[in-house]
């Protein structure tokens, strides 16, 4: 079983934990028929993983995670939404029995451990979340990274199904 993800760590390192499960998501999606038509996507989904990861992009959502968490009002919702990361990426590796690697692909659907998590059900989980964050830290981001996350959401709302 690979090791658990701990909601105490560095925001940036959940984050990309959360975006490594995302990635391998959209992926698991994109191999599944009749779904075949996703693969006209995969430069828009790889461009839009490969802009979540810059550093610009990174450096500017952590200013705005710490100034959210930072505020002693949010403290409980900053918490409760890093238990939801953490629980949602230590689903998936309880899932699919492997641990994250950011370029790595995800395992065969046929190996996960359960089948009644589906990649879509997972998906699903991973946008409601998201949402959460952009509504959590709205306007503490600068426009140009909602955008990048609105376009996210857009990404899991065309592989989700």
């Given at each position: 079983?690979?090791?658990?993800?701990?909601?105490?760590?560095?925001?940036?390192?959940?984050?990309?934990?959360?975006?490594?499960?995302?990635?391998?998501?959209?992926?698991?999606?994109?191999?599944?028929?009749?779904?075949?038509?996703?693969?006209?996507?995969?430069?828009?989904?790889?461009?839009?993983?490969?802009?979540?990861?810059?550093?610009?992009?990174?450096?500017?959502?952590?200013?705005?995670?710490?100034?959210?968490?930072?505020?002693?009002?949010?403290?409980?919702?900053?918490?409760?939404?890093?238990?939801?990361?953490?629980?949602?990426?230590?689903?998936?590796?309880?899932?699919?029995?492997?641990?994250?690697?950011?370029?790595s692909d995800p395992p065969a659907?046929?190996?996960?451990?359960?089948?009644?998590?589906?990649?879509?059900?997972?998906?699903?989980?991973?946008?409601?979340?998201?949402?959460?964050?952009?509504?959590?830290?709205?306007?503490?981001?600068?426009?140009?990274?909602?955008?990048?996350?609105?376009?996210?959401?857009?990404?899991?709302?065309?592989?989700?199904?």
């Open positions: 079983m690979p090791d658990q993800i701990d909601p105490n760590d560095k925001f940036s390192k959940l984050w990309q934990y959360y975006m490594s499960v995302l990635r391998q998501l959209v992926i698991v999606r994109q191999r599944r028929p009749p779904r075949t038509f996703l693969a006209a996507f995969n430069t828009f989904f790889e461009e839009s993983f490969r802009e979540l990861g810059e550093e610009a992009f990174t450096e500017n959502l952590g200013l705005a995670w710490s100034e959210f968490e930072g505020d002693e009002l949010n403290r409980t919702t900053a918490r409760l939404l890093r238990l939801e990361i953490a629980a949602f990426v230590n689903g998936y590796q309880s899932v699919t029995r492997d641990p994250l690697s950011a370029d659907t046929k190996r996960w451990l359960s089948r009644d998590a589906t990649a879509k059900d997972m998906t699903n989980a991973g946008k409601t979340i998201l949402e959460s964050i952009l509504d959590a830290l709205g306007d503490l981001m600068p426009a140009w990274v909602r955008g990048v996350l609105k376009i996210l959401k857009e990404v899991l709302d065309i592989a989700g199904g």
